[in-house]
């Protein structure tokens, strides 16, 4: 009887995760250094915060009888409490502002980047973990420190080489949205739910068009793989009005399309008799002559009452960056790129464990998303990024010659590496060398000892050569690309060689 075979494990990622490669990994160090130093510029220091909070700590993430939902990865610590990694990195910053209340200055005013993480159906371009970074000033009540937010956000984009003309900073308020939600009867506590429902149908526009949104705000919604979302159940009249507000005007056919443009003193005419309306008004008009004053125009900074903002805990400004260049989607259409970060004020949620009110604004950029931007615009050369200089190994009883030249190579500051694998075949170390992009191989065999001198191979030079050279034996009398020096000169020729490479490079990159 056969004996019965272990099955082998399949090696397999969780739906909603990525690996991430070298280039990612450096192209988003760089990403986040750049805009580090414009943060930085604007006074804000760094912390950090860890990656698991009590749940409660989150906000409006609470356990049921069985386990937290509503979008977090939970668990139960050994003193029974329920844990959850961070759903975003505002809510954490609450919690540790409130932890050391006494001993912060105020206004604090830091900035952080992280990963976070979301219990939600992954699609295209929607991770269950991804990168963001935020900056936060709290302790500052006044509307300036939210205007100071957008002109941030606006140098952040151009710190990072995006152009004028490719983004642009849109700027609206809470107050006014929820003014709203008053006049079509979803004021109260009871309608907390329902309200954010509305807004996260709203936040859904860019992606699911009306006809999407309306369903969401009606009676439902079924997508492509027939998952069935249910809807808030308002009736037309309100729809319409909703929608209203984020743009499209509903024609005498019944037909919607693109509204001819809502401006602040339309808003105060359609909703006279709200407070809310008009106060959040105000602030924006505040906002308006503050980016005025400071040089931000309409093309960097826009009042646009259609910005919603999906998370319940902001109560004034909010506001998103949007890249307004084109590009093609996984169906191959052309799509305008859209919101790469947003945020917002959010007066309530240090308030939660210190009682008193906290004023708060601060926004988010969403970095993995934000880089795929980047690639496009051709923004992220990491290039710069030398692989290392490989030093072959031709006889196994000298590794201690081959490791006292690695390390040469590194004291002078070059990224380099000896050959690890099976050195018997040397052909097979060019081929790792070729892979890994290596710009030189040294090469010392038993000729090149006893004469005291090293073969160094110029591998990008050789390349190029070896496209132009047809017939070996024009390549065996060229020796192409190969010099030898003495021991004692090696150094200097890897720096010479390396800076030959890098002009060509920049030659290249000039034509």
């Known amino acids: 009887m056969a004996k019965n075979k272990k099955q082998k494990l399949k090696a397999r990622l969780p739906r909603g995760f990525t690996d991430r490669n070298a280039d990612d990994i450096r192209a988003t160090d760089k990403m986040i250094a750049a805009i580090g130093k414009v943060y930085e510029k604007y006074g804000f220091d760094p912390v950090e915060t860890p990656m698991f909070?009590?749940?409660?700590?989150?906000?409006?993430?609470?356990?049921?009888?069985?386990?937290?939902?509503?979008?977090?990865?939970?668990?139960?610590?050994?003193?029974?409490?329920?844990?959850?990694?961070?759903?975003?990195?505002?809510?954490?910053?609450a919690r540790h502002v409130a932890q050391n209340f006494n001993e912060i200055q105020m206004p604090h005013r830091t900035y952080r980047s992280g990963w976070v993480f979301r219990d939600e159906k992954p699609g295209p371009g929607r991770f269950r973990q991804f990168l963001q970074m935020d900056a936060d000033s709290v302790g500052a009540p006044g509307v300036q420190a939210d205007a100071e937010m957008c002109m941030?956000?606006?140098?952040?984009?151009?710190?990072?080489?995006?152009?004028?003309?490719?983004?642009?900073?849109?700027?609206?308020?809470?107050?006014?949205?929820?003014?709203?939600?008053?006049?079509?009867?979803?004021?109260?506590?009871?309608?907390?739910?329902?309200?954010?429902?509305?807004?996260?149908?709203?936040?859904?526009?860019?992606?699911?068009?009306?006809?999407?949104?309306?369903?969401?705000?009606?009676?439902?919604?079924?997508?492509e793989s027939g998952d069935y979302t249910k809807g808030v159940g308002l009736d037309e009249a309100q729809i319409v009005r909703i929608l209203n507000l984020t743009g499209w005007k509903e024609s005498g056919s019944g037909a919607l399309g693109i509204a001819g443009g809502i401006t602040i003193d339309n808003l105060r005419r359609d909703f006279h008799d709200s407070s809310l309306?008009?106060?959040?008004?105000?602030?924006?008009?505040?906002?308006?002559?503050?980016?005025?004053?400071?040089?931000?125009?309409?093309?960097?900074?826009?009042?646009?009452?259609?910005?919603?903002?999906?998370?319940?805990?902001?109560?004034?400004?909010?506001?998103?960056?949007?890249?307004?260049?084109?590009?093609?989607?996984?169906?191959?259409?052309?799509?305008?790129?859209?919101?790469?970060?947003?945020?917002?004020?959010?007066?309530?949620?240090?308030?939660?464990f210190t009682g008193q009110p906290v004023p708060a604004t601060g926004f988010s950029i969403?970095?993995?998303?934000?880089?795929?931007?980047?690639?496009?615009?051709?923004?992220?050369?990491?290039?710069?990024?030398?692989?290392?200089?490989?030093?072959?190994?031709?006889?196994?009883?000298?590794?201690?010659r081959y490791q006292m030249m690695v390390q040469e190579l590194r004291n002078a500051g070059i990224r380099a590496e000896m050959y690890q694998g099976n050195w018997k075949k040397f052909g097979n170390q060019l081929k790792y060398a070729d892979r890994r992009g290596c710009p030189l191989a040294i090469i010392q065999g038993e000729d090149e000892r006893d004469a005291g001198e090293i073969q160094i191979k110029d591998l990008i030079e050789g390349k190029r050569l070896s496209q132009e050279i047809e017939d070996n034996v024009t390549w065996r009398e060229s020796r192409p690309a190969q010099v030898s020096v003495k021991e004692g000169d090696l150094v200097e020729e890897v720096i010479k060689l390396l800076d030959q490479q890098a002009d060509d490079r920049s030659k290249e990159a000039a034509n």
């Open 53 to 93: 909070e009590y749940t409660d700590c989150l906000g409006k993430f609470l356990p049921d009888a069985d386990r937290p939902n509503e979008g977090v990865f939970s668990m139960v610590d050994d003193d029974e409490q329920w844990m959850s990694l961070r759903y975003d990195l505002t809510a954490p910053l």
């Open 152 to 223: 941030m956000m606006a140098d952040t984009m151009e710190a990072l080489g995006i152009p004028r003309g490719d983004y642009v900073v849109r700027v609206n308020n809470r107050k006014v949205l929820d003014g709203v939600m008053e006049a079509i009867g979803l004021g109260g506590e009871e309608n907390v739910s329902r309200r954010l429902d509305v807004m996260r149908a709203i936040d859904k526009l860019d992606r699911l068009g009306v006809d999407g949104v309306r369903e969401l705000l009606g009676c439902g919604r079924k997508d």
């Open 277 to 352: 309306v008009n106060d959040g008004c105000n602030e924006l008009d505040r906002i308006w002559t503050l980016k005025e004053a400071a040089g931000y125009e309409d093309t960097r900074i826009l009042i646009d009452p259609s910005v919603v903002r999906g998370l319940e805990y902001y109560t004034g400004p909010v506001y998103e960056v949007e890249l307004t260049f084109p590009v093609t989607n996984e169906k191959g259409q052309e799509v305008v790129f859209g919101s790469v970060g947003g945020g917002g004020r959010y007066d309530g949620l240090v308030k939660r």
């Open 366 to 400: 969403g970095v993995s998303r934000l880089m795929t931007a980047l690639k496009n615009l051709g923004k992220l050369d990491t290039s710069d990024i030398q692989a290392p200089v490989l030093v072959t190994v031709m006889d196994g009883n000298e590794m201690e």
